[in-house]
């Protein structure tokens, strides 16, 4: 089985043009990451992925991507925790919730941690991903 943590960015797909940017995903659950890396190479953008919050550090200690999926409920260092951290070293890089329990959150707390959007488990797909390609490339609109 090939293993999901990993520095490497995705390969491009064939024929596009230019990578909307790369994303950091990092869920502790292997099917949640799997159908977000499905999502985000489907819509051209390399991911970077992480299943908790230290290998999600290693990972930024070579990249900065143009966003940030973070399940909230990580073993080790919760989302909370590493969206603080994010914050610390990549200030300007979205950071996007993502939960199946929500309920133990505040939207208000979660914002004040630097979170754009809270989604939760499960979510609406294309909702998701249109709402993430803009908060990744701010300044195009999605297609």
Known sequence: MQNEDSKKAAEPLEGAEATPGSILIVDDEEGVRAMLVELFRNEGF???VASDGEKALEILDDN??????????LPGISGAELALRIRERLPDVPLVALSGQLKLWETDDLKDLGFVRI?????????????????????????
Do not use: H, I, Q, W
Request: aromatic share 8%.
């Open 64 to 73: 900065t991507p143009s966003l940030g999926v973070l399940d909230l409920a």
């Open 119 to 143: 989604f939760a488990k499960p979510m609406d797909c294309d909702d998701f991903v249109r709402y993430c390609k803009e908060a990744a490339n701010p300044g195009k609109a999605a297609s």
């Open 46 to 48: 390399d991911c970077l």
